[in-house]
């Protein structure tokens, strides 16, 4: 190799000792929440667990600054890495970790005062306040900017009206960010926290879902919700920015995520082909069961490195926040990243079912729970519609946009 090259062979293919030690301590506490997400899920009950172990081992702030609480500050590579272990637990337990991690402090640390992450970060990172992220409304889906929560300014604040939905951790969390525009404006948007003790402030879990039984979904009420004026998140008017800064993090967690579902399913694959006898022989041994496996492997692979390099941008984008470049190149590789893994966590999802076959059939086996919660996150964080048309428009580039 010539003098001066950097050999890179091994960069993000192998960990270093301090991400193994991570990754170490996040199984642990996955080994620990399996058995009572198990319960929870048949239940139909929210696995309060998740917040209380995770906090408790100082693992919920692993990519949150070191000045605040049990913040961990490591990157977001890492950080991937780990969603990826923790989405393995189930999709359920990993949308937790998008909506007070990802979606609500990693937002909190990019937008907010020191006043606001010395008030709100420390309790987060140890699992005493619960955040989520309330941009969907009734009407107001894939396209935020249509929104129709309103603010008016008072005399110590802000009152907030309107209603958001589908809101992860919505009728758990202790504080929600919250985006609106002006009474009577289509521009302006400002971002808020607003607190679950907050007058005008209230929130109901949805039920019959079609997955996630051990998630937290809610509906939140803002009936003339006081909102005190230091809880103004981000420069007034840019609320947008903020929902779309955050969404790239989102969106980064939920593809991590589904690459756990992937090597989930392909583990439970591999040993239900193993044991499982028909014909004479294990069904590992027949050449169409080999195929469903080999199709999850290489869909694995491909969904790690999707993933892999979006972490990678986006640390960047977060090094270099101001730069419009590599803001840019990390919204479309984490847009197919996210793309990408979905599908591909759904695809082999379903491909478990079919090979347990009528054992996949039914909650109490992993694949069945992965095929029902995984449908999903083809929705949230941006519909993968959406994500088509984002990634086509960064090739296609300024004067492209589907939705303008």
Request: aromatic fraction near 8%; charge should be negative.
């Given at each position: 190799?010539?003098d001066?090259f950097?050999?890179a062979?091994?960069?993000y293919?192998?960990?270093?000792d301090?991400?193994?030690l991570?990754?170490?301590q996040?199984?642990g506490?996955c080994?620990e929440?399996?058995p009572?997400?198990d319960?929870?899920?048949?239940?139909?009950?929210?696995?309060g667990a998740?917040?209380?172990?995770?906090?408790?081992?100082?693992?919920l702030?692993?990519?949150i600054?070191?000045?605040?609480?049990?913040?961990q500050g490591?990157?977001?590579?890492?950080y991937?890495?780990?969603?990826?272990r923790?989405?393995r637990?189930?999709?359920?337990?990993r949308t937790f970790?998008s909506g007070?991690v990802?979606?609500?402090m990693?937002?909190?640390?990019?937008?907010?005062?020191?006043?606001?992450?010395e008030?709100?970060l420390p309790?987060?990172?140890?699992?005493?306040?619960?955040f989520?992220f309330?941009?969907?409304?009734?009407?107001?889906?894939?396209?935020?900017?249509?929104l129709?929560?309103?603010?008016q300014?008072?005399e110590d604040g802000?009152?907030?009206?309107?209603?958001?939905?589908?809101?992860?951790n919505?009728?758990?969390?202790?504080?929600?960010?919250i985006?609106?525009?002006p009474?009577?404006?289509r521009?302006?948007?400002c971002?808020?926290?607003v607190?679950r003790?907050?007058?005008g402030?209230s929130a109901?879990?949805?039920?019959n879902?079609?997955?996630?039984?051990?998630?937290d979904?809610g509906?939140?009420?803002?009936?003339?919700?006081q909102?005190?004026?230091e809880n103004?998140?981000?420069?007034?008017?840019?609320?947008?920015?903020?929902?779309?800064?955050?969404l790239?993090s989102?969106r980064?967690s939920?593809?991590?995520?589904?690459v756990?579902v992937i090597?989930?399913?392909?583990?439970?694959?591999?040993?239900y082909?193993?044991?499982?006898?028909?014909h004479?022989k294990p069904i590992?041994?027949?050449?169409?069961v080999q195929?469903?496996?080999?199709?999850?492997?290489?869909?694995?692979q491909a969904?790690a490195?999707?993933?892999l390099?979006?972490a990678?941008?986006?640390?960047r984008?977060?090094?270099?926040?101001?730069?419009v470049a590599?803001?840019?190149?990390?919204?479309a590789?984490i847009?197919?990243?996210?793309?990408f893994a979905s599908?591909?966590?759904?695809?082999?999802?379903?491909?478990?079912v079919?090979?347990?076959?009528?054992?996949?059939y039914s909650?109490?086996n992993?694949?069945?729970r992965?095929?029902?919660?995984?449908?999903?996150?083809?929705?949230?964080?941006?519909?993968?519609?959406i994500?088509e048309?984002?990634i086509?428009?960064?090739?296609?580039?300024?004067g492209?946009?589907?939705y303008s």
């Amino acid at each position: 190799m010539p003098d001066g090259f950097v050999n890179a062979s091994k960069a993000y293919l192998e960990l270093t000792d301090e991400q193994e030690l991570i990754i170490s301590q996040v199984d642990g506490v996955c080994r620990e929440v399996r058995p009572i997400e198990d319960g929870c899920y048949l239940d139909h009950r929210y696995n309060g667990a998740v917040a209380d172990l995770f906090g408790q081992a100082r693992l919920l702030g692993l990519p949150i600054s070191t000045l605040y609480g049990d913040g961990q500050g490591i990157d977001m590579v890492t950080y991937a890495m780990a969603i990826e272990r923790i989405g393995r637990e189930g999709t359920g337990v990993r949308t937790f970790f998008s909506g007070h991690v990802s979606l609500g402090m990693l937002t909190v640390q990019r937008w907010g005062t020191e006043e606001q992450k010395e008030r709100y970060l420390p309790s987060g990172t140890r699992g005493k306040k619960v955040f989520a992220f309330g941009l969907t409304e009734p009407g107001a889906g894939s396209d935020p900017a249509s929104l129709q929560t309103e603010f008016q300014e008072a005399e110590d604040g802000f009152v907030l009206n309107g209603q958001k939905t589908w809101i992860s951790n919505g009728s758990v969390a202790d504080s929600v960010l919250i985006f609106a525009y002006p009474k009577g404006r289509r521009e302006g948007m400002c971002a808020f926290v607003v607190d679950r003790d907050s007058d005008g402030f209230s929130a109901k879990p949805i039920k019959n879902k079609l997955g996630l039984f051990s998630s937290d979904t809610g509906t939140i009420y803002l009936d003339e919700c006081q909102v005190p004026k230091e809880n103004l998140l981000g420069p007034r008017g840019k609320g947008l920015s903020v929902a779309y800064s955050a969404l790239m993090s989102g969106r980064l967690s939920v593809a991590a995520g589904c690459v756990g579902v992937i090597q989930d399913c392909l583990d439970e694959t591999v040993r239900y082909s193993q044991l499982r006898v028909q014909h004479g022989k294990p069904i590992g041994m027949h050449q169409l069961v080999q195929r469903h496996i080999g199709r999850m492997e290489v869909n694995l692979q491909a969904a790690a490195m999707l993933t892999l390099r979006a972490a990678v941008l986006h640390q960047r984008h977060q090094d270099q926040p101001d730069s419009v470049a590599t803001r840019e190149a990390a919204d479309a590789a984490i847009a197919e990243a996210k793309y990408f893994a979905s599908n591909a966590s759904f695809e082999a999802a379903d491909s478990a079912v079919q090979v347990f076959g009528a054992n996949g059939y039914s909650l109490e086996n992993r694949p069945g729970r992965h095929l029902v919660d995984t449908r999903v996150s083809r929705i949230y964080e941006g519909t993968n519609e959406i994500l088509e048309q984002k990634i086509a428009n960064s090739l296609l580039g300024k004067g492209f946009e589907a939705y303008s």
